[in-house]
């Protein structure tokens, strides 16, 4: 589905000097697969997923989306930001329906589907609110709703829910747990939380930062689907969470 | 209620002032304002005031909205593009400190006095501001917004006008507020210096015939024209800017 082959991205600093912030990255991911990327600041995962996105050209290598090279954006990928980089002049029902009404459909079906997904992410009532009148949490789930509208092959998060606090945070990892289970959609998720990473993945990706590095591709083997409550006295769960909470320390210190 | 008060008690202070120093200094060129401001009904029932003051308006629009539509694709191109800036933001920065009125001479050389060069000076006059706020307005919104719709499949021109805009519009205003009152400004002066016609003519003509109370008269009209311009343009400044955090609204917010 996603192939990554020998990505390299160098960026010029602004002394004049290149910093080599991905090198040599390969990256397989599977049709429906649930893949985290996890790794210290400055690592290159959100470059690397801005790389996927084609929001962002990359030096060497090459991506394939179904074996095709990626180009530049397209509705075959969505992503979800941070910082939930909603449209803030349009209502909310008007940005989930956005990328629909884009695609050439009526105003009407636009709506109807917006409506639909506002009701799944429990916001039907804010429709007709502007984003700055949500808040944060509601803000994400707009913002996941309207990349979900246009019906995107694959989901390219990142730290989608870094922003948000510990109670919103486990409400919409639960939500998207659901989300994904009901699609079963390609998703690329980049976080800095170990435990969001294990818990939400088929696969754990860990990189290393001075070169932007793939140091470790780990399989999480736990049932789905997953209730929260029930992983945090699960004993696998807990080891994978020490082991690569380990090793991310331990390449910061060989790093330091 | 209170903005109104406080208008209220502003106007009248500098009407007590106004009052206070035509006793004082006894000028004839100091009228009273009672004087004045009765001068204002005669001046205004003629026909000619009317049609200097459209001269004035219909002049200042045209300047306005070629330099607010130059003006804010300029800056947006600027803003997004680093070519763009690079080009001409030294450009930009050599025009920013001359004072256009002084460029009046020139363009009344190759213009003549009519509408062409008075245009001319009002787009120069006011394009400043609202380039330069749009420039900030654009470098300012965030490439996860854009690449949000252009992860939609919308293509790069769309996103400048449908994306980039919209989201510098709290900053385009600021601009648009101000390059609104320079327009009037280099208007008022254009027709000081061009005389022809216009609400500027007419003020130095009651000058010239020393009819101190018209004049009196023709500066409050600029001025109310100033205020009444403001007023509107804030009114529909709010209107636009809705969504924005700049204009007041009630937070919601729940889990």
């Known amino acids: ?256 | 209620m209170k903005r109104i008060l406080s208008f209220l008690t502003a106007l009248g202070v500098i009407l007590l002032i106004w009052e206070l120093a035509h006793r004082a200094f006894g000028l004839s060129g100091l009228p009273a304002p009672l004087d004045a401001l009765s001068a204002m009904p005669d001046l205004l029932r003629e026909p000619e005031t009317v049609i200097d003051v459209l001269q004035s308006l219909r002049r200042m629009f045209i300047g306005y909205a070629i330099a607010a539509i130059g003006g804010i694709t300029l800056g947006l191109l600027m803003g997004t593009s680093r070519l763009a800036s690079q080009m001409l933001n030294p450009l930009i920065m050599m025009i920013y400190p001359i004072p256009k009125a002084a460029l009046m001479p020139i363009l009344m050389i190759w213009l003549g006095v009519g509408d062409m060069s008075k245009i001319l000076i009002i787009i120069l006059g006011a394009s400043l501001p609202i380039i330069y706020h749009a420039w900030q307005g654009g470098k300012s919104v965030k490439s996860t917004v854009v690449w949000s719709a252009a992860a939609m499949g919308m293509k790069r021109p769309a996103r400048l006008f449908r994306i980039v805009l919209p989201a510098a519009l709290p900053e385009i205003f600021i601009g648009l507020r101000t390059g609104l009152i320079l327009a009037l400004i280099t208007m008022v002066v254009s027709e000081i210096v061009a005389r022809s016609n216009g609400i500027g003519n007419l003020l130095f003509n009651a000058m010239d015939m020393a009819l101190y109370d018209r004049m009196f008269a023709a500066i409050i009209i600029i001025a109310a024209m100033g205020c009444a311009l403001d007023w509107v343009f804030e009114a529909i400044r709010k209107r636009f800017l809705r969504w924005s955090d700049t204009s007041d609204h009630i937070e919601v917010s729940a889990g």
């Open chain 1, 1 to 256: 589905m996603i192939a990554i082959e020998h990505l390299s991205k160098r960026f010029r600093t602004a002394g004049g000097k290149q910093h080599l912030a991905l090198d040599d990255v390969n990256l397989d991911v599977q049709h429906g697969e649930f893949v985290s990327i996890i790794g210290p600041s400055g690592c290159g995962k959100s470059t690397l997923l801005y790389i996927v996105g084609g929001f962002v050209p990359a030096s060497d290598g090459a991506i394939r989306i179904n074996g095709k090279p990626v180009r530049g954006p397209g509705p075959d990928r969505g992503p979800v930001f941070q910082e939930f980089a909603l449209f803030a002049w349009k209502t909310v029902i008007e940005n989930v329906a956005y990328g629909l009404r884009l695609q050439g459909k009526s105003k009407a079906e636009a709506n109807e589907r917006a409506i639909g997904l506002l009701r799944m992410v429990g916001l039907e009532r804010f429709a007709n609110f502007y984003p700055k009148e949500l808040s944060g949490g509601m803000k994400q789930r707009v913002a996941i709703a309207r990349t979900l509208a246009y019906n995107p092959e694959i989901l390219l998060m990142d730290e989608p829910f870094g922003a948000l606090d510990a109670h919103v945070r486990t409400h919409l990892q639960r939500d998207l747990l659901n989300i994904w289970e009901e699609h079963r959609k390609t998703v690329l998720f980049v976080t800095h939380s170990v435990e969001e990473a294990v818990y939400l993945s088929d696969r754990v990706i860990v990189m290393a930062a001075g070169p932007g590095r793939i140091v470790k591709d780990i399989r999480i083997e736990l049932d789905r689907p997953r209730q929260r409550a029930e992983l945090m006295f699960n004993r696998r769960f807990q080891e994978y969470v020490t082991d690569i909470e380990g090793m991310i320390d331990a390449f910061e210190a060989s790093a330091a």
